[in-house]
């Protein structure tokens, strides 16, 4: 777990405070670097932070893991329970792709989502590219469940996340916090401290 937070803060730095390459844009010849507002963090009900890689000649199709935060009633973040995702489909990929993403759970059924065994991205829970820089959105009134950030070798890719499943990983977050059976809701409800609450976001 202590590598999925590392892993997990190093991330989500990279989205709001560093910037991630927008890559060239062929009508404006141009180039510039995709933030995730702070307001958005600031109010969201939840954040999943997660990496998957697809490597050598597989069918089409990717794995990885993350870890999962709730807002917790004062304010303060829940926290992390980790899980682990992946993807599948069809034809072969060759060659290598390593994609990080920040979820970013507008509403208490996308985090309720996360407390589940098993769920994948679909139409019962419907994803959208959020949005990026200052004043390019009503954050107040986001309507959309989970707004998606990936970049893929460094560069900004939006929403690329149909058909990704999750699975909770109840060994690490038992390992982790000590305690035999623990759920993901236990721990995105606040019930298993361990002095790890804001680990992840720091001061966001």
């Known amino acids: 777990m202590d590598k999925e937070i590392a892993k997990a803060q190093k991330i989500l730095k990279s989205f709001t405070k560093e910037g991630v390459d927008l890559g060239s844009d062929a009508s404006k010849k141009s180039k510039g670097r995709?933030?995730?507002?702070?307001?958005?963090?600031?109010?969201?009900?939840?954040?999943?932070?997660?990496?998957?890689?697809?490597a050598g000649m597989w069918v089409s199709g990717s794995a990885g893991s993350g870890v999962v935060m709730a807002r917790l009633p004062d304010g303060d973040w829940s926290p992390p329970s980790a899980f682990s995702a992946y993807t599948v489909g069809a034809g072969v990929i060759l060659g290598a792709d390593h994609t990080e993403s920040v979820c970013v759970l507008n509403t208490d059924e996308a985090v309720r989502a996360f407390t589940q065994e098993k769920f994948g991205f679909g139409a019962g829970l419907s994803v959208?590219?959020?949005?990026?820089?200052?004043?390019?959105?009503?954050?107040?009134?986001?309507?959309?469940p989970v707004w998606i950030y990936s970049k893929s070798r460094g560069i900004f890719i939006g929403a690329q996340v149909d058909g990704t499943r999750f699975n909770a990983r109840d060994d690490i977050n038992e390992g982790f916090y000590g305690e035999v059976g623990i759920t993901p809701e236990k721990v995105l409800r606040g019930g298993s401290k361990n002095g790890v609450q804001g680990s992840v976001t720091g001061d966001l």
Do not use: M, Y
């Open 34 to 54: 995709a933030k995730i507002p702070a307001e958005v963090i600031q109010q969201a009900k939840g954040i999943a932070i997660f990496t998957t890689v697809r």
């Open 128 to 144: 959208t590219a959020g949005p990026v820089g200052a004043g390019t959105a009503s954050l107040h009134d986001a309507k959309d």
